[in-house]
T-cell receptor, first 113, second 113 residues
C-alpha cells in the first residue's frame, strides 16, 4: 500500500508569489491534515479536510488555504508569500479522521527568498 | 487549553545506555498522547500512542512510555540506546482524538558510540 505522497519535494519561491502544494493520501483515507514545521515555531496544525469539507482550522492567516477533491487528494495554497513562510509542510492522512491512525508524508520543503 | 512541554531540546546518551525523553502535557479532559520520531529530511513516524487504555504503552523499536495522570507526564524510554535511534522526537496531544495535534518543540537525541 503506497504511503502519503507529497509533491513537490522541494520548492523555491520569492516573496509575494503564491504556491500550491499537493498531497495524495493513502488509498481509502478520507481525512487529510496539514502541518507547518519551522525551527522557530515547531510543528503547527494548519487545517484538516474530511470528505471535501474543512473540519478543523489552526491559527494561521487567511493567506493559507486548502481544499480537498472527491478522490481525497488535497492541495494547500499560500498566497502573497512571506519570508516567514519558509518551512517544511507536512501532510497526514487517516481513514476516518482519528489521530491514533494518522500517517505522515515526507513533506514539501518550501524556501521563500 | 491543550499543550505539551518537552524538557530538554537536546539529549545525548551513550550507545547501550537508557534513553529518557520527557514530556508533560496540559489538558482539560483525558487526552490522547503520542510520540513521533523524525529522521532527517523525512516526515513523522508514530512510535506509540496512549488512547485511555493501558497506562504503559509499548511502541516500535523497543520504545515505551507511561501515562501518569498525577504527574501529567508521558515520558518516553528505551532500555538500551542504539545508534539508529539518533533522531528528533516529538510528543503530541489531542483532546478530541481528531487530527489537530498539538506538538511539543521536540528533543534531538544524539547517541554516542
Amino acid at each position: 500500500k503506497a504511503g502519503v505522497t507529497q509533491t513537490p519535494r522541494y520548492l523555491i519561491k520569492t516573496r509575494g508569489q503564491q504556491v500550491t502544494l499537493s498531497c495524495s493520501p493513502i488509498s481509502g483515507h478520507r481525512s487529510v491534515s496539514w502541518y507547518q514545521q519551522t525551527p522557530g515555531q515547531g510543528l503547527q496544525f494548519l487545517f484538516e479536510y474530511f470528505s471535501e469539507t474543512q473540519r478543523n482550522k489552526g491559527n494561521f492567516p487567511g493567506r493559507f488555504s486548502g481544499r480537498q477533491f472527491s478522490n481525497s487528494r488535497s492541495e494547500m495554497n499560500v498566497s502573497t508569500l512571506e519570508l516567514g513562510d519558509s518551512a517544511l509542510y507536512l501532510c497526514a492522512s487517516s481513514l476516518l479522521g482519528q489521530a491514533e491512525k494518522l500517517f505522515f508524508g515526507s513533506g514539501t520543503q518550501l524556501s521563500v527568498l | 487549553a491543550q499543550s505539551v512541554t518537552q524538557l530538554g531540546s537536546h539529549v545525548s546518551v551513550s550507545e547501550g545506555a537508557l534513553v529518557l525523553l520527557r514530556c508533560n502535557y496540559s489538558s482539560s479532559v483525558p487526552p490522547y498522547l503520542f510520540w513521533y520520531v523524525q529522521y532527517p529530511n523525512q516526515g513523522l513516524q508514530l512510535l506509540l500512542k496512549y488512547t485511555s487504555a493501558a497506562t504503559l504503552v509499548k511502541g516500535i523499536n523497543g520504545f515505551e512510555a507511561e501515562f501518569k495522570k498525577s504527574e501529567t507526564s508521558f515520558h518516553l524510554t528505551k532500555p538500551s540506546a542504539h545508534m539508529s535511534d539518533a533522531a528528533e522526537y516529538f510528543c503530541a496531544v489531542t483532546e478530541t482524538g481528531a487530527n489537530n495535534l498539538f506538538f511539543g518543540t521536540g528533543t534531538r537525541l544524539t547517541v554516542i558510540p
